[in-house]
């Protein structure tokens, strides 16, 4: 990828695949934490990607946290409802599974497991 904004334009890609898996809303990316470079060999790095209708209201509901690293060169993203913690996290390495936020146990998938699943898919091929 040639970027003249790199991080802009990365932060861009990311709501623009969240737009894509969870329409017909419109998403917004912001930083927490963390760094990485353009061949993301090496990244850690906590965005939260947020939600609003087509008006500009914002949707918390379907606000997100997501979490990218890298564990034994496989790139990692953890992805969870912002606005929920009691929710289940989508871990998405090797094998993707759901856990139970409160004790990190692999749980069942929620229903909307299937919009988390294609968003996290998304990302991993725009940096894998």
Same mark, same amino acid.
């Given at each position: 990828?040639?970027?003249? #904004? ?6 861009? &890609? ?21 760094? /990485?470079?353009?061949? /993301? ?6 965005? #939260?990607?947020?939600?609003?209708? *087509? ?6 509901? /379907? ?8 564990? *034994? ?8 409802? &912002? ?16 856990? *139970? ?10 229903? /909307? ?11 991993? *091929?725009?940096?894998?």
């Amino acid at each position: 990828m040639l970027f003249e #904004n790199f991080h802009e334009n990365f932060n861009s &890609l990311i709501a623009k695949s969240a737009d894509l898996t969870n329409k017909p809303f419109l998403h917004s990316v912001v930083k927490i934490n963390g760094e /990485y470079k353009k061949d /993301y060999a090496d990244i850690d790095l906590t965005l #939260n990607i947020l939600c609003r209708d *087509n008006d500009g209201k914002r949707m918390d509901l /379907y606000d997100l946290e997501l979490e990218l690293f890298r564990s *034994n060169r496989e790139l990692t993203l953890v992805l969870s409802k &912002l606005n929920f913690p009691d929710e289940p996290i989508l871990w998405s390495g090797v094998k993707t599974i759901w856990m *139970n936020s409160n004790n990190g146990k692999k749980c069942s998938a929620p229903k /909307y497991s299937f919009r988390l699943e294609n968003l996290a898919t998304k990302i991993k *091929n725009l940096i894998a």
